[in-house]
């Protein structure tokens, strides 16, 4: 196919992904839940499961094979801006609040799902279409173990921002908790990642470029960054040469991370979390948030959807293994949290609360389970797997936590056509 086809392709492709991204994420706020788990589910829709199942030849003349790398570059573009986004929005005053209690559910919230990813590993490493035959015991449980760990944590500061629970000792706890458990995520995933393939000098760049890259910005990256924001008006736009300067760093960061061998997306939260704060970040979500989430992470979500086959639970040989996986990743996590929230004196309805909250998975379930197969841990039977599982968690958070708070009065009006992060 040549360069012209292709790009003929891409522009029909982003088309149709963006309507029907908009409408099954505007139903699902009719539903009462976030526009993002509106948008993951259009893009299982679009993929075999429903699209290809219902008109197969359409489907494959829509998203023929050698198009889909143009639609990968696309969405990985998206969701490196993404975590870009998110890192401008980190607020490092959540770990001196409330430092205690959030340890401790955050560590029950990794600890618990470790142990089970563990005890399973052995059993989940011999069955066909889970994990690669080169993945070793270790990376299998560990893998898993960040999988069922991670939480969705901007849709988790989203939902306590819409509740009025921003400054709270709740909301603080939980998104002090939540930030903690995808930082251990995120780092045991770089780990699997660097290790994977038994190459351990290429391991140890990874891991020895990640932590210099990591250290070189919390110590030197906000002095030397301080320059751009000083050069942002309190009013009015923010200067092209600015945004010039951003763009820039974001993508050579995001490939350095690449080129090491850990993922661009590290590079861009790095970047982000370590902006100055102020009136730079705030220009910059404001100008870069719509395009990322309205066109940029629906390409992503698609090219999830597209390698998802939900014919794997009526695979008799999967479907045993895809319940133990689900049974782990709902209870673990949930319970674990809610039981640490208790023994640390949290009242029961702000510990359930906490439990529902960090049980979601969303879109940060969908990054690490993409890079995953990306770099061949993983293979599509355990993908589909934990797409449904991001799914269905991401479904049941916000109604559970409006059902354990529905004596609160919300202090701001719910989410229903708010364009901010996911």
Known sequence: MSTPQLSV???????????VCRLVGRLAQRLGQPQVVGEMIAGVTLGPSLFGALMPETQLALFPKPTLDMLYVGGQVGVGMYMFLVGTEFRADHFRARYRSAMAVSWAGIAVPFLLAFALAPWLQHVPGLFSDKTRFLEVALFLGAAIAITAFPMLARIIHERGLTGTPLGTLALTAGAMDDAAAWCILAIVLASFGGSWAQAWLAIGGGIAYLGFMLLAGRRLLAPLAARVPGQGPLPSSVLAWVMALFFLCAWAMDAIGIHAVFGGFILGACLPRGALTERLRELLQPMVVVVLLP????????????????????????????????????????????????????????????????????????????????????????????????L??????NWIMRDRRAASPPMAGDPSLP
């Open 9 to 19: 392709y891409f522009f029909l492709q982003a088309g149709i992904i963006i309507l």
């Open 299 to 394: 390409l992503f979500f698609t090219y999830s959807g597209l390698k998802t086959q939900l014919s794997v639970f009526m695979d008799p040989a999967m479907l045993l293994p895809a319940i133990a996986i689900l049974l782990a990743s709902f209870g673990g996590k949930a319970i674990a949290c809610w039981a640490a929230a208790r023994l640390s004196g949290e009242p029961p309805r702000d510990a359930m609360a906490i439990g529902a909250l960090m049980n979601a998975r969303g879109l940060m379930e969908l990054i690490i389970i993409n890079i995953g197969l990306q770099a061949g841990v993983i293979e599509p039977g355990l993908f589909s797997i934990l797409v449904i599982m991001a799914i269905l968690t991401t």
């Open 396 to 401: 049941m958070a916000t109604p559970l936590f």
